[in-house]
């Protein structure tokens, strides 16, 4: 073995999944997740142990488009071959959109980022059975304008302790949303939030937030109290998984 192919390397991946059949990207001990098929693959195909580092750990039958995830490796191929190698072997619902190679003290979580996330509610009468595994199916009408309208006062820098998982385990909870656009398409309602990071269940509960809001059963002054608020308010219902994907991650 030459030294070329002794020295580490860290390779980045920007990994595409279908999250419907497992339990999240995170290694779980009860089921199968995006994190422990893909790190298997990876090993299989470089014959050493790795370990993968993702992100964002997204929930059970929640999708991707973007997620980033790194592994060290020795070995010595072009960064980019990593890609079709691994779509080669790879299950149809997990797809490496690319790859290349960063220093070896990037991190993918530790890092300045703005992440986009899409939230899609299919809002019409029945229901599309080709829609069935990424958007949440919603029969009756929504209002969208007064959806856009409650979803505008979130932009900025807030205090979401209303609008996370009382599992969330941070101490701080303040972020930053820098875009959030809500439009219908058809039959497809689109809620589309950039920011600076994410508190567990946030966008999920900021979507039941704006679907009550949609069904005139809140108001935007509702989900103002919601960031202004000391006391525990409910923000809205926590939105099914299925309808989330993680769309994309930029590094700053």
């Known amino acids: ?21 497992y339990c999240g990207w995170q290694v779980q001990p009860n089921g199968v997740s995006i994190q422990a098929v893909l790190q298997k693959t990876i090993e299989e195909l470089v014959g050493e142990k790795i370990r993968l ?11 991707a488009l973007g997620q980033v ?9 072009p960064a980019e071959r990593f890609t079709p190698a691994l779509n080669q072997r790879l299950p149809k619902d997990i797809v490496i959109q690319s790859s290349d190679e960063v220093a070896p003290d990037f991190h993918p ?8 996330y899409e939230y899609r509610i299919l809002n019409r009468p029945t229901a599309l059975p080709n829609e069935r595994f990424d958007s949440y199916w919603v029969p009756q009408p929504l209002d969208v304008d007064a959806m856009a309208e409650a979803a505008r006062l979130l932009v900025g820098k807030h205090d979401f302790h209303n609008f996370c998982s009382l599992k969330t385990d941070v101490e701080d909870t303040v972020r930053t949303i820098t875009h959030i656009s809500v439009e219908k398409q058809g039959d497809m309602i689109r809620l589309r939030v950039t920011g600076d990071g994410f508190l567990y269940n946030m966008v999920r509960i900021i979507t039941g937030g704006l679907i009550k809001v949609g069904f005139h059963k809140k108001t935007a002054e509702d989900i103002q109290k919601s960031l202004v608020s000391k006391e525990r308010f409910v923000a809205g219902p926590t939105a099914p998984p299925h309808g989330l994907t993680l769309e994309k991650i930029q590094y700053l």
Do not use: N
Request: proline share 0%; aromatic share 8%; net charge positive.
């Open 109 to 116: 979580r530790y890092r300045d980022t703005l992440k986009t």
């Open 1 to 21: 073995m030459d030294t070329d192919e002794r020295k580490t390397r860290r390779i980045r991946l920007v990994v595409a999944y279908d999250g419907t059949r």
């Open 69 to 77: 995830a790194v592994f060290d490796t020795t070995k010595s191929w």
């Open 53 to 63: 580092t993702g992100a964002s750990r997204t929930d059970s039958g929640v999708h």
